[in-house]
């Protein structure tokens, strides 16, 4: 069963400080039926074969394995789906009352959030050693489930990927002006701007941004848009995950191969091409073992084979294949960013707030 949900809540009840409208969903009460059937289910019932997900992931893109498990196990999830930055606003408020048994997140940094605030149990090293060191929590409290790498995606009949610049940094230059797509509340654009605070400081994370907003850029809801806009010629290029050329070649019924998008790869671990991970965390509050069921089918070689060859995601086990198309993790040039530390939202937020981004 699933339930369908976008959760918007005000800054002033949020440890994150996350607001509405750097999250982008619609408000949905608190005490709606959703909500209510949600936390009836939850696992106030030791071995009841069900259990509340809450994703930050996209419907369209997990339900179906989600689907596929409840099928195979014959274990009920209920799924109240929202934004990732809304669904860990809503844990961090219901703190240990949560009805949710495991948060799937799209991002490390959310991840990290709930995980200060000891929502989270410990992970089993069976898990956890499923998946490489570098894309799991230190503290034994999350794992990644798959890999996206930050990309510039771009348009090579209005620029030749020659021509494209070698660092992110570079998208700010005057030549540049009003052709960047970025997509500033989108989890994964707060991540890598995260992720350039920790690699970089804050002072240069600053003046990125009011650099990119003194550049006009082509500002978009989410990465899909920016794509959809570069195959229409609207504009020549936008920083995005790799994985939305596939997306929107699926949604209009065409190969990836077809698409006037292509995706450019930062060189020499630059910051552009972050590679970071969605993943889950089992909650504290969970009596039984059906969450970790949920989680293991995720990290089996059918989930991780889903989301190579569903939603073209990098899976984290190994023997698992690469997404069509794109080279494999391993041989990214990745800038040396410990994810642990991506789980200050609240600070990157009001700093894209500040630059008039968002």
Known sequence: MKIARSVALSAAVLVLGLTTACSGGTATPAGST??????????????????????GRNEKLVQPLIDQFESKTGIDVEVRYGNTSQMA????????????????????GALGAVS?????????????DLVPEKYRDAE????GVTGRT?????????????????????LNDPKYKGKVGVAPTNASFQSFITAMRVLQGDAAAEKYLSDLAANSPEIREGNGEIVKDIDAGKIPFGLVNHYYVYEIAGEKGVEYTDMKV???????????ALVNVSGAGIMKTTKDDEAQQLLDYFLSMDGQKYFAEKTFEYPLIDGAPTPAGMPKLEDIKTPDVDLNKLEDLETTISMITSAGLA
């Open 34 to 55: 959703a909500a209510s059937s949600a936390a009836g289910s939850s696992s106030a019932a030791a071995g009841d074969n069900k259990i509340v997900l809450y994703s």
């Open 89 to 108: 606003a809503q844990i961090l408020e219901e703190g240990d009352k949560s009805p949710a048994d495991l948060f799937l997140a799209q991002d490390a």
């Open 116 to 128: 200060s605030k000891g929502l989270f149990k410990d992970l089993d090293s069976k898990t956890l």
């Open 140 to 143: 034994n409290q999350w794992v």
């Open 150 to 170: 930050r990309v510039l995606a771009y348009n090579p009949d209005m620029i030749k990927e020659a021509d494209l610049p070698k660092t992110v940094e570079e």
């Open 262 to 272: 292509k995706n450019y790869i930062f060189p020499e671990g630059n910051i552009g």
